[in-house]
């Protein structure tokens, strides 16, 4: 076989892979979305921001092993930070013998108040900086906030308070892969402990985020933790476009031996039973009990019990990775579905590798003339 032969084969063979390829890559990573909940444990309030941002770093650590495009973590993973304020906190067994001790008034709203400056400031520039540093949205728990006035860019916010000690919220943040905030979430139905020193918001106010990943919408919902078991907060989301709702949740349950799965499956599993939506319930883990979860449409499970996935743990700290399939959630939901751009890509992988194959050939046949001129002329 002479060597034209050889390489008019090798180009040929290289169209064909190069086609197969390209729709390969395209069917591969255009609808499917890569989420994390993350179930980290409370140990202590942190005197320190950097001893924070580590334990938070480590938990992210563990997660984009997965090659997340979306992360959550859980309600009140912004109340270690009281430490900052309140630095001998830890000396004292319980939040009422500080208060004893120290004469700071018992009600929680005060002290969130007193602390939001700093606690706020603190968890904004920490998430922010994760979801920069790794590249990833980022569901960033919850924390205890009055309204404030958030100044500054990305990794450089400043939170001041404009609000007054009797309005404090139960607030989530979203960030995008930029630690740009996109959104905030409060939350809607107080637990019982929480109306004492908490204000609600109102479902009027739930808010659904779309965001664009690898060119597929994606619209996220946030629920926080005992709004989950409201049927019409999912109702909401939902109707506003929620594709995922991640919910931010502390359960309390009574000791660190009790195993919360039923409550998981009376909450968001049956959202996504009942609304055709994806959960990811991310949990603390402290002196309650969590267990995290993603949950699907049983249809969209490969099991067909509505989890993709669960925490192999409820009474220490985990991550749990799941993927989701956008276009088989709207086929299921009968959602008129149009391609994507990276399936568009898919489609046109064929002419693209013919096209290759054409102009290699051509580039080809005229290296080829040019080398039998040249021997000519040598000749």
Not at 38 to 67: G, K, L, R
Not at 153 to 158: G, K, L
Request: net charge negative; glycine share 8%; with cysteine.
């Amino acid at each position: 076989m002479n060597k034209r032969a050889v390489l008019l084969i090798s180009v040929t063979l290289s169209g064909m892979f190069g086609a197969k390829f390209l729709m390969s890559v395209a069917a591969a990573t255009s609808w499917e979305i890569t989420v994390v909940a993350i179930q980290p444990e409370f140990y202590y309030y942190y005197v320190n921001e950097s001893d924070y941002t580590a334990y938070m770093t480590e938990m992210m650590e563990q997660a984009v092993v997965y090659q997340p495009d979306i992360v959550v973590f859980p309600e009140y993973i912004g109340e270690p930070l009281l430490g900052l304020q309140y630095p001998d906190i830890d000396e004292y067994g319980t939040w009422e013998e500080y208060c004893d001790a120290t004469g700071i008034p018992i009600d929680w709203n005060y002290s969130y108040f007193e602390a939001a400056d700093v606690t706020g400031t603190a968890y904004l520039n920490t998430f922010s900086a994760l979801a920069v540093r790794y590249a990833v949205y980022t569901v960033a728990g919850s924390i205890c906030l009055p309204d404030g006035e958030i100044t500054g860019t990305s990794q450089h916010y400043n939170y001041d308070k404009t609000g007054t000690v009797d309005e404090v919220y139960n607030v989530a943040y979203f960030f995008d892969p930029n630690g740009n905030i996109i959104g905030t979430q409060k939350k809607v139905h107080l637990w019982e402990d929480e109306q004492l020193y908490l204000t609600p918001s109102t479902e009027e106010d739930l808010q659904v985020f779309d965001v664009n990943i690898r060119g597929t919408q994606v619209g996220v919902g946030i629920s926080i933790c005992w709004d989950t078991w409201f049927a019409s907060v999912g109702q909401i989301l939902v109707e506003r476009g929620a594709d995922i709702i991640f919910s931010v949740s502390w359960f309390d349950t009574p000791s660190m031996n009790f195993d919360p799965t039923p409550w998981v499956k009376g909450t968001i599993w049956t959202w996504s039973q009942n609304l055709v939506v994806y959960g990811v319930l991310s949990c603390m883990v402290w002196e309650s009990t969590g267990r995290s979860a993603i949950t699907a449409p049983t249809q969209l499970t490969q099991n067909e019990d509505g989890f993709i996935n669960v925490a192999d743990t409820f009474n220490s700290s985990t991550v749990v990775p799941g993927v989701l399939n956008i276009l088989e959630l709207l086929k299921l939901r009968g959602e008129p579905v149009g391609a994507s751009p990276l399936d568009k890509l898919g489609s046109l992988a064929p002419y693209i590798g013919l096209t290759v194959l054409l102009a290699v050939a051509v580039v080809t046949v005229v290296y080829v003339k040019r080398r039998k001129r040249h021997r000519e002329i040598i000749s």
